[in-house]
């Protein structure tokens, strides 16, 4: 725990200073995200937005409190999961990152996934579902047709059940696809509270054998 921890921490410092990228111009702070580091379930989101740049916090703004709602009637606190952003500085104008942006940041991306080794991992929204079916080797074909289904896949090496659903902020001003969301949020708590207790008897049967 204590090598994950120095690990993080300085992961996070080089995010923290990194120029890569043009966004390191225009940012107030970078947002590495946050989280438990031992969770099975990570959230990953587009890009940072003005709340989150000023706050450096991941998910504080109106979808973030919408994220954190869904999570909470579904009986799970955030400190449970981890929740990050492909790229980790806001875009101008809380645009798209760019292919190049994206390029440049998604190494600590894969670090972060390596470090703390999820068993699910739930995309947020079609930019980070189209990386995330990129490193899984899986053609992206859209929102409407992956949404809500678990793909049992390898990233880096790593056994991922990969979920995709809408981004929240998609969700705000749009009750279809808030239904939606809230529909698949249910069928990512039942596969996380699955694999909870997947492990804690393949934990009890090690202590058997």
């Given at each position: 725990m204590?090598?994950?921890?120095?690990?993080?921490?300085k992961?996070?410092?080089?995010?923290?200073?990194?120029?890569?990228?043009?966004?390191?111009?225009?940012?107030?702070?970078?947002?590495?995200?946050e989280?438990?580091?031992?969770t099975?379930?990570?959230?990953?989101g587009?890009?940072?937005?003005?709340?989150?740049?000023?706050?450096?916090?991941?998910?504080?703004?109106?979808?973030g409190?919408?994220?954190?709602k869904?999570?909470?009637?579904?009986?799970?606190?955030?400190?449970?999961?981890?929740?990050?952003?492909?790229?980790?500085?806001?875009?101008?104008g809380?645009?798209?990152?760019?292919?190049?942006?994206?390029?440049?940041?998604?190494?600590?991306?894969?670090?972060?996934?390596?470090?703390?080794?999820?068993?699910?991992?739930?995309?947020?929204?079609?930019?980070?579902?189209?990386?995330?079916?990129?490193?899984?080797?899986?053609?992206?074909?859209?929102?409407?047709?992956?949404?809500?289904?678990v793909?049992?896949?390898?990233?880096?090496?790593l056994e991922?059940?990969?979920?995709?659903?809408?981004?929240?902020a998609?969700?705000?001003?749009?009750?279809?696809?808030?239904?939606?969301l809230?529909?698949?949020?249910k069928?990512?708590?039942?596969?996380?509270?699955?694999?909870?207790?997947?492990?804690?008897?393949?934990?009890?049967?090690?202590?058997?054998?």
């Amino acid at each position: 725990m204590a090598l994950k921890n120095d690990g993080w921490k300085k992961l996070v410092e080089e995010i923290r200073n990194c120029k890569k990228c043009r966004l390191h111009k225009n940012r107030r702070n970078t947002v590495p995200g946050e989280g438990s580091l031992n969770t099975k379930l990570m959230f990953i989101g587009e890009a940072p937005g003005v709340k989150e740049d000023e706050e450096g916090r991941p998910f504080v703004g109106a979808a973030g409190k919408l994220l954190t709602k869904l999570l909470e009637n579904n009986g799970i606190s955030r400190e449970e999961v981890f929740i990050t952003n492909v790229v980790k500085c806001r875009p101008p104008g809380n645009r798209e990152p760019y292919d190049d942006e994206i390029k440049a940041c998604l190494p600590y991306l894969t670090r972060q996934i390596a470090m703390i080794k999820p068993k699910i991992i739930v995309t947020l929204g079609r930019v980070s579902t189209k990386i995330l079916y990129s490193l899984a080797h899986i053609p992206f074909t859209s929102m409407s047709k992956l949404h809500g289904s678990v793909r049992n896949v390898y990233i880096n090496g790593l056994e991922i059940k990969l979920i995709a659903t809408y981004h929240p902020a998609a969700a705000l001003y749009n009750p279809q696809l808030r239904t939606i969301l809230e529909k698949d949020f249910k069928l990512i708590i039942t596969v996380y509270r699955e694999n909870i207790r997947v492990s804690k008897t393949h934990t009890l049967l090690d202590f058997f054998r």
